[in-house]
C-alpha cells in the first residue's frame, strides 16, 4: 500500500467573502515542493472569481486519468519490445447530469497519439491491445465511476 497526499492552499484576500464574490484562486503543492496555481473553473464560477490561466480540478481530472495511462501505456509496450519516441495526448472530459441528477465527469475522452520507431511497429490490433491494457492497470481509471474511453490516433 502506498499513500499520495496533496497540500491544497486558499487565503481570502481582504474580500468580503459571505457575499460568495471572492477569488477561487489557490495553490496546489506537491512531494518535492512543486507548486500550481489552481482555482475553480469558469465554466463553474464566473470571471473574475476564477482564473482561467490556473488548473482547475477538472482539468486536473483529465490530466491525472490521461497520465497514468500514458505511464502504463510506456511500460507495457517497452516490455512487449516496441520503442516509442514520442506519446501525445490531447484528451477531454465532458461534465453532464448522472443517474442522480448531479453534475458529475461523465467521459473521459483519451486520444493518444504515439510514434514508434524500430523495426517492430505494433498493427491496429496491436496497438489497441497496448492501450487496452494500460486502461486496465491504471490505478485512476480503476477509481473513477465515469466512463473511460480511449481512442488511439494511428499514424
Known amino acids: 500500500m502506498a499513500t499520495y497526499g496533496a497540500t491544497i492552499a486558499w487565503r481570502r484576500n481582504g474580500e468580503t467573502f459571505t457575499d460568495n464574490r471572492y477569488s477561487r484562486v489557490h495553490r496546489w503543492t506537491f512531494d518535492g515542493g512543486i507548486e500550481v496555481r ?12 476564477s482564473a482561467e490561466d490556473a488548473v ?12 497514468c495511462h500514458m505511464l502504463w501505456f510506456l511500460s507495457i509496450a517497452a516490455r ?10 490531447t484528451a477531454e472530459g465532458v ?5 442522480e441528477g ?7 475522452t483519451l486520444k ?28 485512476i481509471a480503476n477509481s473513477v465511476k465515469s466512463q473511460v474511453r480511449c481512442v488511439p490516433v494511428l499514424g
Open 56 to 67: 482547475d480540478p477538472e482539468e486536473a481530472f483529465v490530466a491525472s486519468l490521461s497520465s
Open 95 to 99: 461534465i453532464e447530469k448522472n443517474g
Open 38 to 49: 489552481a482555482s475553480s473553473s469558469a465554466h463553474v464560477v464566473p470571471l473574475p472569481y
Open 80 to 89: 512487449q519490445g516496441f520503442c516509442v519516441d514520442s506519446y501525445t495526448d
Open 112 to 139: 493518444p497519439h504515439v510514434v514508434f520507431s524500430g523495426e517492430k511497429q505494433p498493427s491496429l490490433s496491436e496497438l489497441e491491445a497496448l492501450h487496452h491494457r494500460a486502461h486496465d492497470e491504471c490505478f
Open 102 to 108: 448531479r453534475l458529475a465527469m461523465s467521459l473521459v
